[in-house]
């Protein structure tokens, strides 16, 4: 059995540390000397001859050296969000090999450049792979919420929706890249937008009904909440895990209630988990009180976690509210009083 490419390759090392040549660390790749995390970040906005050696050099590494390199800078990007690596990213979209594509799709999935998007859509199309065409549906989310602000010019719009419109409606596609592409679409105002969900929803097969729940959160309209708190009650867990997630998303605070029941009272872990992180993604005072309470009295591991990282979004929110400044969430200690 192999290892995730997405695994912990190991410790960061500090960041003043002096960073090689981007030349001397295509030449250690080029070697198959074991990968220096430090050393790939002079790799970030590689110039036109790095990028073009990078190029020439990329076919001749093998595939898991591939992988293991991409899930490198990938762990790079997270630690050092200044870091970009979207050029190196590119290079590898076209791989011969599946895994090295979808972590290239995963690898651009924060740009904005509308050229990007057309790529992706067009590989939507094209790819052979469904696990890639499933991970480029999913990169493809918030071109669409890029849409809704009016920051896509209107024939890129059209490419967008065209393209995940058509992987929804065809037949013949499997049911993960249809449903990542209907929850990709969700967040797309557009009347059509809601009655494809809906439609989803109502004559779908059991997995693409949860891909319309949580297509639902992302539509973000007020309409969907009933039917979302309906499926609080739903035999299957994956169900109304979704559906806690749909409502957090709608912002409502008629959800609010529904929501502490349901962490509250469900057996299953993480549909509770859901149900408390939903809490702190609508963050009203009444959620605020509940989760500090709940962080008193639940010991659960897992569920503790939850409740302050629910904590730590309300808080965020309120700081913004009050004054626009960030600050760092403050837990009351356990043992004290509330």
């Given at each position: 059995?192999?290892?995730?490419?997405?695994d912990?390759?190991?410790?960061?090392?500090?960041?003043?540390a002096?960073?090689?040549?981007?030349?001397?660390?295509?030449?250690?790749?080029?070697?198959?000397?074991?990968?220096?995390?430090?050393?790939?970040?002079?790799?970030?906005?590689?110039?036109?001859?790095?990028?073009?050696?990078?190029l020439?050099?990329?076919?001749?590494?093998?595939?898991?050296?591939?992988?293991?390199?991409?899930?490198?800078?990938?762990?790079?990007?997270?630690e050092?969000?200044?870091?970009?690596?979207?050029?190196?990213?590119?290079?590898?979209?076209?791989d011969p090999?599946?895994?090295?594509?979808?972590?290239?799709?995963?690898?651009?999935?924060?740009?904005?450049?509308?050229?990007?998007?057309?790529?992706?859509a067009?590989?939507?199309?094209?790819?052979?792979?469904?696990?890639v065409?499933?991970?480029?549906?999913?990169?493809l989310?918030?071109?669409?919420v890029?849409?809704?602000?009016?920051?896509m010019?209107?024939?890129?719009?059209?490419?967008?929706?065209a393209?995940?419109?058509?992987?929804?409606?065809?037949?013949?596609?499997?049911?993960?890249?249809?449903?990542?592409?209907?929850q990709?679409?969700?967040?797309s105002?557009?009347?059509s937008?809601?009655?494809?969900?809906?439609?989803?929803y109502?004559?779908?097969?059991?997995?693409?009904?949860?891909?319309?729940?949580?297509?639902?959160?992302?539509?973000?309209?007020?309409?969907?909440?009933?039917?979302?708190?309906?499926?609080?009650?739903?035999?299957?867990?994956?169900?109304?895990?979704?559906a806690?997630?749909?409502?957090?998303?709608?912002?409502?605070?008629?959800?609010?209630?529904?929501?502490?029941?349901?962490?509250t009272?469900?057996?299953?872990?993480?549909?509770?988990?859901?149900?408390?992180?939903?809490?702190?993604?609508?963050?009203?005072?009444?959620?605020?009180?509940?989760?500090?309470?709940?962080?008193?009295?639940r010991?659960?591991?897992?569920?503790?976690?939850?409740?302050r990282?629910?904590?730590?979004?309300v808080?965020?929110?309120?700081a913004?509210?009050?004054d626009?400044?960030?600050?760092?969430?403050?837990?009351?200690?356990?043992?004290?009083?509330?």
């Amino acid at each position: 059995m192999t290892n995730d490419p997405l695994d912990d390759p190991g410790e960061l090392p500090e960041d003043d540390a002096p960073l090689p040549a981007a030349d001397a660390v295509l030449d250690d790749l080029a070697a198959g000397k074991a990968l220096d995390l430090h050393g790939l970040r002079a790799l970030s906005e590689p110039s036109r001859d790095i990028l073009q050696r990078c190029l020439v050099l990329w076919p001749s590494i093998d595939p898991a050296r591939r992988r293991e390199i991409l899930a490198a800078l990938q762990r790079l990007d997270e630690e050092h969000p200044t870091l970009d690596f979207h050029r190196i990213y590119l290079t590898a979209l076209r791989d011969p090999d599946p895994a090295t594509r979808m972590l290239a799709v995963r690898g651009l999935r924060e740009q904005d450049r509308a050229e990007y998007m057309r790529l992706l859509a067009a590989q939507l199309r094209d790819d052979p792979v469904a696990m890639v065409r499933a991970e480029i549906a999913e990169a493809l989310a918030p071109y669409v919420v890029s849409m809704e602000f009016g920051l896509m010019a209107e024939d890129d719009a059209e490419t967008l929706t065209a393209a995940l419109r058509d992987a929804i409606e065809d037949v013949d596609e499997t049911e993960e890249v249809r449903g990542n592409a209907l929850q990709a679409l969700g967040a797309s105002s557009e009347e059509s937008t809601g009655e494809l969900i809906s439609e989803t929803y109502e004559t779908g097969t059991p997995l693409m009904r949860v891909a319309a729940i949580k297509a639902m959160g992302r539509n973000a309209s007020e309409g969907w909440l009933d039917l979302l708190i309906y499926h609080f009650d739903d035999e299957d867990a994956e169900m109304r895990a979704a559906a806690a997630t749909s409502a957090g998303q709608l912002l409502v605070e008629a959800a609010v209630d529904p929501l502490v029941m349901l962490a509250t009272e469900d057996k299953d872990e993480e549909v509770q988990i859901a149900a408390i992180r939903a809490l702190g993604e609508i963050g009203n005072i009444e959620a605020e009180h509940v989760l500090t309470r709940w962080l008193r009295e639940r010991r659960d591991p897992a569920i503790q976690e939850a409740i302050r990282e629910a904590l730590a979004e309300v808080q965020l929110l309120t700081a913004e509210m009050m004054d626009g400044q960030r600050r760092a969430p403050e837990f009351e200690d356990e043992d004290s009083p509330l």
